[in-house]
């Protein structure tokens, strides 16, 4: 392969002086004056240009003379050459096309300055990824990883691991999608027998479904089917409120940066500095939802962060039960404080004071594992995660019931603050079980939050939002447990919105069989154990 060369006088008198070349940027960071020779291959074939930043292309590879060391600025996009000594120095930059997976359907994860993509091996080890090679396959269940950095002034090029200690936050990418409606889920009340647990049928693409002949319209309000009916393919609704290719979601429940017990991480306070989602961090329980949607809606404003929706927790319960995930129950994480935890035993029933078999939790120290749970690096901890490797989203099955961004709307058509004077949001508005109305602050715009018709019970199902995994997974069984009598998939709770006006998922550590990806419960919004998730929408 014949390579191209090209000229770069560089006289530099300022430190990080740039330079303008061919439309990019040269940026070099040396006080000595140089000659430095580029050449540069793009898939393969030789070129005098750098490719455009819209094209698609990424470095797979820079070499260097001597001690200079070469690599690439993705924001200024532009060369940066370092160490160069006073003599001629030739760099080598071989750009790649990033990799894509064919059955996305052109909905591969997006990244943006500072979200960095990641390879975790089975171990915990995170690695920057080369993105001109597989460094996800949903087709085998390996979802796509990015973390956002402790200190963003510290530079890693691909393959390099990236400590743990500099790792602030972990995503997982959930691509768009269609999926196929098994069940409208108008359901009220119970039946003696439960809807049987299925693979959900999902399409990814960006695809947006339109009211036609085999196809659905998304419906917009509530307990309404729309155009839709069982067997057409819908375009899930957590896709829609951001026109995005997808949604970065939090790999594991907020934890509270620097808490060293479970009482440190029980704070109900706006502070956004706090937030770390990382596994073996003590989660940010016993907060308002009002404090939990400030918290992450002030996170990352450039990534358009928030506090997940009811809907986006449907996304992930859906993709993790279709092809692309486990397609099995999750396991409980019942470790009393810990994100990123593994029961030993698969629960069969519910917590009870007097049955050891279903009071097999407990608390360890960080980082450490215990007697009854292991951590998310594990045989044993892969089973918490939502493809049942290293890959997925964890904790969505106990450790504390997260509230999602998703309430009751009053009989007024207004969001409800709270139940009562005794449990409210922190967001101000009507109470739902009383009279009155909370102070608080405003509630954010609708594309913010799910909101659901008003209702007085607790098995009002058909007023559920198609894709939200409440509703649909109906019919919904009479179970005798302790704590609740209405069984979802795989036993969950679930327990829909009426007497309470909040929604919670998941369960928590020692709820037993109850807890689950696809248990869902509600709450007067106010302080308890919940903690919550952030998405970020890019």
């Known amino acids: 392969m014949k390579q191209k060369l090209f000229l770069i006088p560089v006289f530099l008198f300022l430190m990080g002086m740039i330079i303008i070349l061919n439309g990019t940027y040269y940026k070099e960071e040396t006080m000595d004056s140089n000659e430095t020779m580029i050449s540069l291959t793009i898939d393969g074939t030789g070129s005098e240009n750098f490719p455009s930043k819209e094209s698609g292309k990424t470095i797979e590879s820079i070499e260097c003379d001597g001690e200079a060391v070469g690599s690439w600025d993705y924001e200024n996009w532009g060369p940066i050459i370092k160490n160069l000594s006073k003599n001629r120095t030739k760099c080598q930059f071989n750009f790649v096309s990033k990799y894509h997976e064919t059955i996305l359907n052109g909905t591969d994860p997006v990244l943006k300055e500072g979200l960095i993509p990641v390879t975790i091996e089975k171990d915990g080890v995170v690695k920057k990824a080369y993105e001109g090679r597989e460094w996800y396959d949903y087709e085998t ?279 009562n004077s005794n449990a409210t949001s922190g967001f101000s508005g009507p109470y739902c079980s009383t009279n009155g109305n909370a102070a608080g602050i405003s509630f954010p715009d609708k594309k913010y939050y799910d909101s659901y018709l008003y209702g007085t019970g607790e098995e009002q199902f058909n007023n559920r939002i198609l894709g939200d995994a409440t509703g649909e997974m109906g019919s919904f069984g009479k179970i005798q447990r302790p704590y609740y009598n209405r069984g979802s998939w795989y036993e969950d709770s679930a327990i829909f919105l009426g007497i309470h006006s909040w929604f919670a998922r998941g369960g928590c550590y020692a709820f037993g069989v109850g807890a689950g990806i696809f248990n869902f419960a509600t709450s007067g919004g106010g302080t308890s154990w919940f903690s919550y998730r952030i998405v970020l929408a890019i």
């Open 141 to 419: 269940q390996k979802w796509a990883n990015a973390v956002i950095l402790e200190d963003e002034t510290k530079k890693y090029y691909e393959g390099d691991i990236i400590p743990e200690e500099n790792i602030e936050s972990y995503f997982v990418w959930i691509p768009k999608y269609r999926y196929k409606l098994w069940d409208l889920g108008n359901y009220t009340g119970l039946t003696s027998v439960q809807n049987k647990v299925q693979t959900i049928d999902v399409i990814f693409g960006e695809y947006d479904t339109v009211d036609k002949i085999g196809e659905c319209k998304t419906p917009g309000v509530s307990g309404s089917s729309g155009n839709c009916k069982v067997g057409d393919y819908m375009t899930h609704p957590a896709f829609q409120s951001f026109g995005t290719k997808g949604i970065w979601v939090g790999k594991f429940e907020v934890g509270y940066k620097g808490a060293t017990s479970t009482m440190e991480a029980q704070q109900n306070v706006y502070n956004s500095d706090k937030i770390e989602i990382k596994p073996n961090v003590y989660s940010w329980r016993n907060i308002q939802v009002a404090n939990a949607h400030l918290n992450s809606y002030n996170y990352k404003r450039e990534y358009d962060s928030h506090m997940m929706k009811n809907t986006e927790w449907g996304a992930v319960s859906y993709l993790h039960h279709s092809k692309y995930g486990s397609r099995s129950n999750i396991r409980v994480n019942n470790n009393i404080n810990l994100t990123g935890y593994a029961a030993v035993k698969e629960p069969t029933c519910d917590y009870t004071l007097d049955n050891p078999d279903c009071n097999q939790y407990e608390e360890t120290p960080i980082n450490e594992d215990g007697t009854y749970t292991k951590r998310y690096n594990t045989e044993i901890g892969y089973l918490a995660s939502t493809t049942k490797n290293i890959t997925g989203i964890y904790d969505m099955s106990g450790l504390n019931w997260d509230y999602v961004m998703g309430m009751m709307l009053h009989s007024s058509g207004q969001p409800c603050a709270g139940d």
